[in-house]
């Protein structure tokens, strides 16, 4: 049976961020990945732990071969495709059609935008310049779905989940070249589990990650403090104002490398810089028997609407 075509969402443009809102402390060095099992404590702590070497550079060229082609396909072979406010340049989008789109696979969608029933009609290399965003494909992509399921990612995320874990997310987050911002959010605040579920984030970059090119910035320790609120502003977010300037970190990264996160721990990514794509996917796994909540409860604790607050 032929697979069903990408839902396809566009964007809108989105408004620039203050100076500063990216500054950090200090560099995450990692820890080797030799190393990584006597260093979950640091995970529990910091709310992060980014291990250096943990898979075979081959496996993830290999995946990344992957999605460029799924971004220059007439038929890409995945759930959702999002391409940049950017194409609009290129395109014809009534503004004022504009909405929240739902958006989800294995998570909630709340990003404004406009879907399609088709893909930009626009040459493929153009096309494949303003993808953002793939869901659900790691079923279908063997490579991808290989780093999905790698023996060394499981065993780590196996000890922090406390048992079976199960993967019920799948995204390749694209950066264009000088493609937009992921604001300071926390991943949960996404998620209808239960609030104290252990959520845990793998983030496999499939190229050199810098903080020119959008490299993932952590607030240290954020997790412990639970729950924030999220705004719909530059998407669904914590308020720039409410991220704590003390704790950032940045975690600059090569392909190999495997950053394992807590659903809980603000983070954020900046603009692209540069004149060269950043690739990477991330993976959202949690306890195989995790309790699964409605939208009223998850917003109850991350929500902010109905709650006299403003940002």
């Not at 971004?71 to 504009?98: F, K, N, Q, T, V």
């Not at 809980?264 to 995790?290: C, E, L, M």
């Amino acid at each position: 049976m032929a697979a069903s075509a990408p839902r396809v969402f566009f964007e809108p443009k989105i408004p620039d961020y203050e100076p500063g809102l990216y500054d950090f402390e200090r560099f995450d060095e990692g820890v080797p990945a030799t190393a990584a099992p006597e260093a979950l404590d640091r995970f529990r702590e910091d709310g992060f732990l980014m291990v250096r070497g943990l898979l075979p550079v081959e496996e993830v060229v290999a995946a990344r071969a992957e999605l460029e082609a799924m971004a220059l396909s007439d038929a890409p072979d995945c759930w959702g495709i999002w391409y940049e406010g950017a194409l609009r340049d290129h395109i014809r989008l009534d503004p004022s059609l504009d909405r929240e789109i739902d958006g989800k696979v294995g998570g909630v969608g709340f990003a404004p935008g406009q879907e399609a029933d088709r893909l930009p009609d626009v040459e493929p290399d153009l096309r494949a310049r303003h993808v953002r965003k793939f869901m659900g494909f790691f079923r279908r992509h063997p490579a991808l779905g290989q780093l999905a399921r790698h023996p060394a990612i499981m065993a780590l995320v196996d000890r922090l989940t406390g048992g079976s874990s199960e993967l019920f997310q799948d995204m390749a987050l694209v950066k264009p070249a000088r493609g937009r911002e992921k604001p300071w959010h926390q991943d949960h605040a996404y998620f209808n589990v239960a609030i104290d579920t252990p959520i845990v984030g793998v983030w496999i970059p499939m190229g050199e990650v810098t903080p020119e090119n959008g490299c993932m910035h952590m607030l240290a320790g954020g997790h412990k403090e639970g729950p924030r609120l999220h705004f719909k502003r530059r998407d669904w977010q914590i308020c720039d104002t409410d991220v704590a300037t003390s704790g950032r970190v940045a975690v600059p990264m090569r392909p190999g490398d495997v950053l394992l996160f807590d659903g809980k721990i603000p983070h954020g990514t900046p603009t692209n810089q540069t004149d060269s794509f950043r690739w990477a996917v991330q993976y959202h796994y949690r306890p195989a028997d995790a309790v699964l909540i409605e939208d009223a409860e998850r917003l109850e604790a991350f929500g902010s609407e109905g709650k006299n607050v403003t940002c």
